[in-house]
C-alpha cells in the first residue's frame, strides 16, 4: 500500500510542480496518472522515490516513511521500486548485461561489484531478466547499438534486477513509435499480474482504457481526477487537457 | 545629440590611433631591418637547413716542412722531396710578419687542410684552414709570426692535415645527441602526464557541480577544488619550472615537477567539465536502484567520461612534449636545454637537428593523438 499524503512539490525558481496531492495505490495496482506535458507526473513519480524531494507532504510506503528516511534507509527503499523511464537512461557505451546487472547494485557486494566483478547468481538472473524481455541475444551488444525498443526493455530487465514491489514508470513509450507501445506496455502488465504494483504515467487515452486499473490525471501539479478509465467522458477529458484538446489515438497512428 | 557623438566617436579614433602609435613604438617595430639584414638571417636559415645529421670517419694525413723565421736563424739539413705529397712554399724563409704563399701538390683530393704551425717548443697553433682540389692542389697565403721565431736554432715547422671523408655515412655526434634528448623530453612529457592524470583523475570528480555540489559541504568542496585547479592554471609553465628549477637546482627532475603541476591543473578542470557534460539519465537511473554513492559514479559516470579522459590525456601529452621543449630553455633539461646550449655555442647545425627533430616529433605526436581520438566514442 502506498499513500501519497498532501504533497506538494516547489522548485527553486518558484515553479510549483504538484499543489496537495493525495491518493493512495493499493497492492497490484496498475495506476496510470494522465496530464498535460508539465503538469507535474514526472516530479509525481520522482517524489515517490525521493529523486526529487516534495517540499510538503508525506509518502508512506508499507506503513514506512519515505519522505522521512535517512539516506541508508532510502537506499534500500528504493532498492524495492524499480524505475522505468522516458529516455531509458541506459549508460550507452556499456554492454546491455552491464545496463542490467547495475540494476543489482543496491543489493551487491559493494567490493567485488566496484570492481566490476559480479557472482554467478547475478549474472544468470540478468540473463534470465533478458530473456523474460526477449533479448537475451543482445546481452553482449553496446547499449546504443540497440533500437529504442529494444533499450526500452533492457531498462525493464534493470528494474527486475531489483526484485521490485512496485515500478514507477515515467511516460515509458512516449519516445517510442507508437505502434511499439503495446509492445512495452504487454511487459508491464504482465508484471503486474505476477504481482508487482505499478505506477505509471502516459500520454495517449487508448492505452490508458488498455491497461489501467484506475486513473490519476493531474494539471497544473493539481489532482483533477480519480477513478476508473471508463468515467473520463468527453467533459472530464476536456476538463483534464483544456478545452482545445482533441483524442488522439495510439492505435490510429 | 550629433555634436556629442561626433566629438565622442572623434575621441575614440583619436585614442586608438595613440595606442597604436605607442604600440608601434614600444616594439621598436623596423620592418626595412628585416631586409637589411637578410644576409645574417640567411646564414642562420642555411644552417638550420642543413642540420647535422649524418657524418663520415675522416682519414688524417700529415705532411711537414721546417720553415725558419727570420731566415738565417736555424739551419735547414731537410730535404725536399720532388714528387709525392709535398709543401712548396714561394720562400724557403721569411721575416716576422711577412707573407708569403704555401702550395701543396699531389695531396689527398678534395680534403679539408689544416695548415698549422709547430713551435720549436711542440705547441701548435693552427693557421688557417682550406680544401684541396680534385688533384689534390692547394695555394693559400701565409702569414709569419714574431711568435714562429726560431729557437736556440731549432726553427718550427709547417704542418699540414688533410681530412679525407672515408666510409659510409653514420650518424653524427649531434644526431645522437639530440635522439637522447629528444627521448628525455618525450618520456618526461609521458610521466607528467601520467602523474597528473592519477592525482586530477579522481580530484576533477570533486571539482564537478553535478557530482559534489550537492548540500552545505558539498558545494564547498566544489568550490574549493575549482579555485583550486584555476589558480594553478594561472601560473605559466615557464614560471613553474624557474620556481622549482631555484628550489631543486637545474635539470629534467625540476621540469618534471613544473610541467605536472600545470598538467594536473589543466587535466583536472578539463576532466571536471567532461563529468559535468555526461548524460544524467544513468545517474538517475541508477540512484533509483538504491546503488551507494561511489557505485553510481563507477557505473553511471565513469563509462560516459572514459573517450574524454583519454583524448584529453593524449592531447596533453602532446602539448606537454611542446612545453617541456621550452622548460628545457629555462634548465629543465631535455630537447630544449639542447637546443639552448647549441644556440649559446654559435653551433647552427646542431641546433638546426634539434628544431627538426621537435618538429617532427610534434607532428608526429599530434597525428597520433589526432588518430587515437578519431577511434574513440
Known sequence: MLRIQNVSKTYPNGTQALKNVSFDVADGEFLVIIGLSGSGKSTLLRCINRLIEPTEGKIIWDDVDITAASPAELRKIRRTIGMVFQQFNLVKRSSVLTNVLSGRLGYANPWTSLLGIWPQEDIAQAMQALERVGIAEKAHSRADALSGGQQQRVGIARALMQNPKLILADEPVASLDPVLSHSILQYLEQLNKEGITVICSLHFLDLVHRYATRVVALKDGVKVFEGSAKEIDRAKFKEIYGEEAQEVRAASL | ?377
Open chain 2, 1 to 377: 545629440m550629433p555634436l556629442p557623438r561626433l566629438l565622442r566617436n572623434t575621441l575614440i579614433t583619436a585614442l586608438v590611433i595613440a595606442a597604436f602609435v605607442i604600440s608601434y613604438r614600444v616594439t621598436e617595430a623596423d620592418f626595412p631591418r628585416l631586409f637589411r639584414d637578410l644576409p645574417k638571417g640567411r646564414e642562420l636559415l642555411t644552417a638550420f637547413l642543413t642540420p647535422d645529421v649524418f657524418t663520415r670517419d675522416l682519414e688524417t694525413r700529415t705532411v711537414s716542412i721546417v720553415f725558419p723565421v727570420p731566415c738565417g736563424s736555424a739551419s735547414v739539413e731537410e730535404v725536399f722531396p720532388a714528387e709525392g705529397p709535398r709543401l712548396v712554399p714561394s720562400v724557403n724563409c721569411a721575416a716576422p710578419l711577412e707573407k708569403f704563399t704555401l702550395q701543396g701538390f699531389d695531396l689527398q683530393p678534395n680534403s679539408e687542410v689544416v695548415i698549422r704551425w709547430r713551435l720549436p717548443d711542440e705547441r701548435t697553433m693552427t693557421a688557417i684552414r682550406t680544401q684541396t682540389d680534385a688533384n689534390g692542389y692547394f695555394s693559400q697565403e701565409v702569414q709569419a709570426r714574431p711568435i714562429q721565431a726560431s729557437v736556440n736554432g731549432v726553427a718550427s715547422r709547417l704542418e699540414v692535415d688533410t681530412l679525407t671523408p672515408v666510409g659510409g655515412l653514420k650518424p653524427s655526434q649531434a644526431l645522437k645527441d639530440v635522439l637522447d634528448n629528444m627521448f628525455v623530453t618525450i618520456f618526461m612529457a609521458l610521466l607528467s602526464t601520467t602523474l597528473a592524470t592519477l592525482i586530477a583523475a579522481p580530484l576533477s570528480f570533486l571539482a564537478a557541480s553535478n557530482i559534489t555540489r550537492k548540500g552545505c559541504f558539498g558545494t564547498g568542496v566544489y568550490y574549493l577544488f575549482r579555485s583550486f585547479f584555476n589558480l594553478m592554471r594561472s601560473y605559466d609553465p615557464l614560471v613553474m619550472a624557474t620556481v622549482f628549477g631555484f628550489w631543486l637546482s637545474f635539470g629534467p627532475f625540476p621540469g618534471f615537477l613544473a610541467l605536472t603541476v600545470v598538467t594536473i591543473a589543466s587535466l583536472g578542470k578539463l576532466f571536471s567539465e567532461a563529468v559535468e557534460n555526461i548524460d544524467p539519465g544513468p545517474v538517475e537511473a541508477l540512484q533509483a536502484t538504491g546503488a551507494p554513492p561511489l557505485h553510481t559514479v563507477r557505473y553511471a559516470v565513469v563509462p560516459q567520461i572514459v573517450p574524454d579522459f583519454v583524448s584529453y590525456i593524449i592531447y596533453h601529452w602532446d602539448i606537454n612534449v611542446r612545453i617541456s621543449t621550452i622548460i628545457g630553455f629555462v634548465g629543465g633539461g631535455g630537447i630544449g636545454y639542447y637546443l639552448n646550449l647549441s644556440i649559446n655555442d654559435f653551433k647552427w647545425n646542431q641546433a638546426g637537428t634539434a628544431i627538426w627533430a621537435i618538429v617532427i616529433v610534434v607532428w608526429a605526436m599530434d597525428f597520433l593523438s589526432a588518430e587515437v581520438r578519431k577511434r574513440l566514442t
